[in-house]
């Protein structure tokens, strides 16, 4: 469908539409939405916006970010930086993604940004975490982009797709751990270490930042820290570090502190290149 006149066009034309961009592509039916004149226009049932205003759109295909995929109804259309300079924007509705089947986003909407570095962007939407034995969260989690290196507006440099949150709660192994976290789906060498060894698999990793951690009922804090944990079926493992401080009157004690977990019935072996043993470790 279309119109045409003196000042523009307008209307609607269907096709398949590939992109090809650093860190992700796709191939798919796609409707173009095209309004060249400078007034509003509803042609078959479409409003279009005053133009100049293009934007391709498609329903239920897959977007491939790497080894990971989206599956919802995504909206292509120019975009106007802050800077003055132009860029593509994906508006992305009904977005399902999964991490394995620790971290799964439904519902998702948001808005993803295409750059020279790539692709960046995060949305929101109902996260469901599964998570073994007594370990919870409190706070919000949301699905996080960036393909390119450098960071782009309050995402830190990648590439990374993850279901992350700032600033929540995780209890584990009767602690609290306050923090940045993200859950990311990796390729794990298994216990010898090596790529190709013969027992690669996937794995879900959560990794922590801006960590918060107090023990002994206050005595003992770790602050700023950072790390990363496995999540395995049976428990989760790994191990964080901080800066430490010891709450005790008239003692005075500052240093770095290294905390490692396992709250699996046996020991870790991964490529973090450590062996957890079950329970908690302050080195």
């Not at 290196?149 to 995780?170: E, M, N, Q, S």
């Amino acid at each position: 469908m279309r119109w045409a006149s003196s000042s523009g066009v307008a209307g609607r034309i269907t096709g398949t539409l590939g992109f090809d961009v650093t860190g992700f592509s796709f191939s798919a039916g796609l409707g173009l939405a095209i309004n060249t004149s400078p007034v509003a226009r509803t042609v078959g049932g479409a409003d279009l916006p005053a133009g100049p205003y293009v934007r391709f759109d498609a329903t239920n295909i897959t977007l491939k970010i790497g080894d990971a995929e989206l599956l919802g109804d995504f909206s292509f259309e120019r975009a106007t930086l802050a800077d003055g300079t132009t860029s593509t924007a994906i508006a992305a509705r009904n977005v399902h993604f999964a991490v394995g089947t620790v971290a799964v986003l439904d519902g998702g909407r948001g808005a993803l940004l295409i750059t020279a570095g790539g692709l960046a962007g995060r949305l929101e939407g109902s996260v469901a975490l599964h998570l073994p034995g007594d370990a919870a969260f409190t706070g919000t989690f949301a699905l996080a982009v960036n393909t390119g290196h450098a960071a782009v507006d309050d995402l830190p440099g990648g590439p990374y797709v993850r279901i992350a949150a700032t600033g929540v709660k995780l209890t584990i192994a009767g602690q609290t751990l306050e923090g940045d976290f993200g859950f990311e789906q990796i390729t794990s060498f298994g216990a010898d270490g090596r790529a190709g060894g013969g027992d690669d698999s996937k794995v879900t990793r959560l990794a922590l930042a801006n960590l918060n951690i107090t023990l002994g009922g206050g005595v003992l804090t770790v602050r700023d820290g950072s790390g990363t944990l496995l999540i395995k079926s049976d428990g989760i493992a790994g191990d964080f570090g901080g800066t430490i401080a010891l709450n005790v009157p008239n003692v005075l004690f500052t240093g770095t502190l290294r905390v490692q977990v396992n709250t699996t019935p046996g020991e870790v072996h991964d490529t973090f290149d450590e062996i957890y043993e079950a329970g908690w470790r302050l080195e």
